[in-house]
């Protein structure tokens, strides 16, 4: 099943349960609060608080999402990605659990021949809040036997924006991709034993948010729930690309038809086999992710720079250049890269033909620019390790590599692997305490600045449009840093 064969039964079955169809909103997060759009329900966030009412009660979509807190995960775990698609339905005030439980079971088990998705409904496992009784009766009516429910306590299940308002429990659907994928699950360890560990097995393919209470304030999940919403919402997210794996087979989401052809691209620039060495393997996932990555965020109009979303996009550039780099090719590939990758994803978006040339044309002199830095850097680095040997020490200084990294943008694992390659060791410790001193030292510029005497009066005007401001995303919005 093709990726876009997996979209667009998507689509034909919600638009078979009376669901409007909408467009993907952009990359840009449409929600002031975040940088990026990070799940489907972002541009229906007044919807799902109830600060608007939406023209159509139940919705569906497909949505472009960027989560950069995910980016340490490429290429080590099977299912991450910066850039993913997520397959959305909503219903505001229209139906609830039952019906969001009926719909899901309807669409993972149906026939193939039918248009479903055909899982086997013996590798499915949902958890649930411990508490929420009408979402279990709706799962045993389906047909999920209650072995392969997992119930867990509030704080692993619950969803909210981090403060009073709306917020309710989830029902997440796994499906179980067998022994040779790690230890199974054991039912009497509980909630405790549904962890992270187990996540590559059990893979989560959909989650379904039961927007069901009005809670009070707290922190954490440690809120009273205060009563039962009027308008109750369904918000749900469904992982592309996970369910394309799964479909075609294939070990991870970084092979699927509209990924793997960048891994196979990097295959034949480096002369370097995929799956013949570990290492080498995340560099071509990484590879791959990050060109798509990059790709949509300029077809969405982000231009490299050095803060906010121009910053996550030249990370996102640079890490593809240095992981090139240490596939051992010293050529410019980008442009090659992304262009393999419009290939794979023209089918989904052919608006990305009016666009490429751009893209491609923006990519290009970011990686001669960063290849030029390379290089200035690398003088440097050579310099401070020749400098650190005739000290007879066996280690370049946190100083030095601090400086590579605030002048340069050497992110410190290059730092590592570059000294490393020369018979040198790098003062981790001192570096990161430059690090801090220097996040320290913005912290308190920016409280300065925060002072007594600030103009509030743009919060105030903010505030005055947006009633209830969304923060349940906000730490998926965080830039990291290199
Ligand atoms: P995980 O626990 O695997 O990190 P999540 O619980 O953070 O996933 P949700 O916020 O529930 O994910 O998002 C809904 C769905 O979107 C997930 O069930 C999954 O199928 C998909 N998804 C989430 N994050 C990613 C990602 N980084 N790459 C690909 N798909 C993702
Ligand atoms: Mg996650
Ligand atoms: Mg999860
Ligand atoms: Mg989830």
Not at 59 to 70: F, L
Not at 87 to 95: A, E, H, R, T
Not at 176 to 181: A, K, L, S, V
Request: net charge negative; glycine share 10%; hydrophobic share 40%.
């Amino acid at each position: 099943m093709r990726t876009a064969d997996i979209r667009q039964r998507w689509i034909d079955f919600f638009e078979s349960k009376g669901h409007h169809i909408a467009p993907s909103a952009s990359l840009v997060s449409p929600d002031p609060s975040l940088l990026f759009t990070v799940a489907g329900m972002v541009p229906f966030i007044p919807y799902i608080i109830g600060s608007q009412t939406s023209a159509h009660p139940r919705v569906a979509s497909v949505q472009k999402c960027i989560r950069t807190k995910d980016i340490e995960e490429v290429g080590k775990t099977t299912r991450h990605g910066t850039f993913f698609q997520m397959l959305g339905n909503f219903s505001f005030g229209d139906y609830f659990k039952q019906g969001a439980i009926e719909m899901a079971w309807e669409l993972l088990t149906g026939s193939e021949d039918e248009g479903r998705y055909g899982f086997d409904p013996e590798t499915l496992w949902v958890t649930i809040w411990e508490q929420d009784d009408e979402a279990e009766a709706a799962l045993l009516e389906v047909g999920l036997p209650a072995e392969r429910i997992v119930k867990l306590p509030r704080e692993e299940i619950f969803w909210d924006t981090g403060q009073p308002g709306p917020a309710g429990p989830c029902a997440e659907w796994h499906v179980d991709r067998g022994p040779e994928f790690g230890p199974d699950y054991d039912p009497a360890s509980g909630a405790a034993g549904w962890t992270d560990e187990i996540g590559d097995r059990y893979l989560e393919i959909w989650n379904l948010v039961f927007d069901q209470f009005l809670r009070g304030p707290g922190s954490g999940k440690d809120y009273p729930l205060i009563r039962e919403l009027d308008q109750k919402a369904i918000d749900t997210g469904a992982g592309l690309e996970r369910i394309a794996f799964l479909k075609q087979g294939v070990s991870n989401m970084y092979e699927i038809d509209e990924v793997f052809p960048v891994i196979e691209k990097a295959q034949e620039l480096s002369g370097r086999q995929y799956k013949a060495n570990g290492e080498d393997d995340v560099r071509m996932r990484v590879i791959a992710d990050h060109v798509r990555s990059a790709m949509m965020l300029m077809h969405d109009g982000v231009v490299p720079g050095n803060e906010g979303r121009g910053y996550v996009l030249r990370r996102l550039l640079r890490r593809t250049v240095r992981a090139m780099r240490l596939l051992g090719v010293e050529d410019p590939s980008l442009t090659i890269l992304m262009d393999t990758s419009y290939r794979a994803m023209s089918a989904s978006y052919p608006e990305l033909s009016g666009s490429i040339d751009r893209i491609t044309g923006i990519a290009g002199s970011e990686e001669e620019s960063f290849r030029r830095t390379l290089t200035q850097g690398t003088t440097m680095l050579d310099t401070a390790v020749a400098k650190a040997k005739t000290a007879g020490t066996s280690a370049l200084s946190g100083k030095d590599a601090f400086q590579l990294h605030d002048t340069y943008g050497f992110p410190i694992d290059l730092t590592l692997e570059m000294a490393a390659e020369q018979g040198v060791s790098v003062d981790e410790a001192g570096f990161r305490s430059l690090m801090a001193e220097q996040r320290d030292r913005a912290r308190a510029d920016a409280k300065a600045k925060k002072g007594g005497h600030a103009d509030v009066s743009v919060y105030q005007a903010v505030g005055a449009q947006t009633p209830t401001t969304f923060r349940g995303y906000d730490e998926l919005a965080l830039v990291s840093t290199v």
